[in-house]
Every structure is written in structure tokens, then in C-alpha cells.
């Protein structure tokens, strides 16, 4: 009776350098499935917190009310006394007036301020006071609406809200008597540009009432 023929060394090494490569290759694919999951819930995170964000801007912002100042805000360029409408729009920085309702022992119409510090986006707000002076920026509540920002920029639109075809964005508002007609705001954040979030405002002449 004949015996079997087993394998010899030549082929039990070329077995375990196939299976070897497959094996590698199994847990190559699998590591690169995983870092794609872990890419796409971050992406889907980030995308899902810049539309929150682009929608409380753009409410808050399209609620901005012409209303009263005097004395001069932080970052106005305004070159005279300083009264007039309470909105001042810079090239990185936004200060206007709406009305917030956010529930029991919080509402009403606050000053608020937008401006990117230290990679952070940050919202202040205030009560409203006419008197510019009367407010300490540093002094009052804070939000981190987003991290890792790497830009910010503002552009504003005078003329009717019904006619901005033909207007031109201006980097800074300092117009005292009335709000922008549109505001646009460009937000660069984790190493990409995000949509730019265009608000139409209330173009309305300044409320001294």
C-alpha cells in the first residue's frame, strides 16, 4: 500500500506567506472601514452643528431691531458722538439688538455680540441699554457656539431689502441711522469654508422710542 504524500517545507511556508498576506490585508480593510465610520459621524456632527448654528444666526439676526444707542460701543468706528442706531458691523465682529425667548426668568431684548476669540466663536449678550457705555463685554454671559475656527469675516448691504441684486457688500456697517438691509457671514472652521449664511434685516430707520 502506498503512503500518502504531506506537504513538504517549501509549501507549508508558501501557505502561512499567502494566508499571512490575506490576513493583512483583512485587518488593513477593516482599520480603513473604521477610520472612514469615525470620519463620516465627525463630519456628520460638525455638519449637523453648523446647521443649528446657521439656523439660531440667521433668526437672531434677521430679528435685528434699529434701535437706540448712545455713547460709543465696543468696536464702533463711529466718528462723532457716537448715537444712533445700536448696530455695529465690522469686518470680524457684529453687535446688534433682537429679542430673545429662551423660556422661564430668560427673554426679552438683549444686546448681543459675535465676534471669534482665541479659534472660538463666541456670542455674548446683554440686556438691552441704551447706553453704550453702561455695557463691560468681558463682564457679562458667554457662548462657545463653535471650536476650531480659523475665520470669520462680515459683509453688509445697505439699500432695500426687496432690492439687493444691484448692492454692494461693504466690510464694515457704521451707518447711525439704520440697520444693513442683508448681512453675509463667511466661517471657515476645522480646515474647510462652510456655506455662507446670507440674513436679510429690518432696514428701518433708527427707533427712538
Not at 471650536?147 to 454692494?168: C, I, M, P
Not at 448681512?183 to 480646515?191: D, E, F, P, Q
Request: hydrophobic share 45%; proline share 4%.
Amino acid at each position: 500500500m502506498r503512503r500518502g504524500r504531506g506537504f513538504t517545507l517549501v509549501e507549508v511556508m508558501i501557505a502561512l506567506v499567502i494566508f499571512s498576506m490575506i490576513m493583512v490585508a483583512t485587518i488593513s480593510a477593516l482599520r480603513a472601514f473604521g477610520n472612514t465610520r469615525l470620519t463620516v459621524e465627525r463630519l456628520t456632527g460638525r455638519v449637523d452643528e453648523i446647521r443649528l448654528l446657521s439656523g439660531f444666526l440667521r433668526q437672531s439676526m434677521g430679528a435685528a431691531m434699529p434701535v437706540a444707542r448712545y455713547g460709543r460701543a465696543v468696536g464702533s468706528d463711529d466718528t462723532g458722538a457716537g448715537n444712533g442706531v445700536y448696530f455695529s458691523g465690522l469686518p470680524g465682529e457684529m453687535v446688534w439688538v433682537a429679542p430673545i425667548a429662551a423660556g422661564a426668568g430668560f427673554g426679552g431684548v438683549y444686546i448681543l455680540r459675535l465676534n471669534v476669540e482665541q479659534g472660538q466663536l463666541l456670542l455674548r449678550w446683554h440686556p438691552y441699554d441704551p447706553d453704550a457705555s453702561a455695557v463691560d463685554w468681558d463682564a457679562v454671559e458667554r457662548r462657545i457656539l463653535l471650536d476650531d475656527v480659523e475665520d470669520l469675516q462680515f459683509g453688509y448691504r445697505a439699500g432695500r431689502a426687496s432690492r439687493l441684486d444691484g448692492a454692494v457688500w461693504q466690510d464694515k456697517w457704521v451707518s447711525p441711522l439704520g440697520n444693513p438691509a442683508a448681512v453675509r457671514l463667511s466661517l471657515k472652521a476645522g480646515g474647510r469654508y462652510w456655506p455662507e449664511i446670507v440674513v436679510r434685516l429690518d432696514a428701518g430707520e433708527l427707533n427712538v422710542r
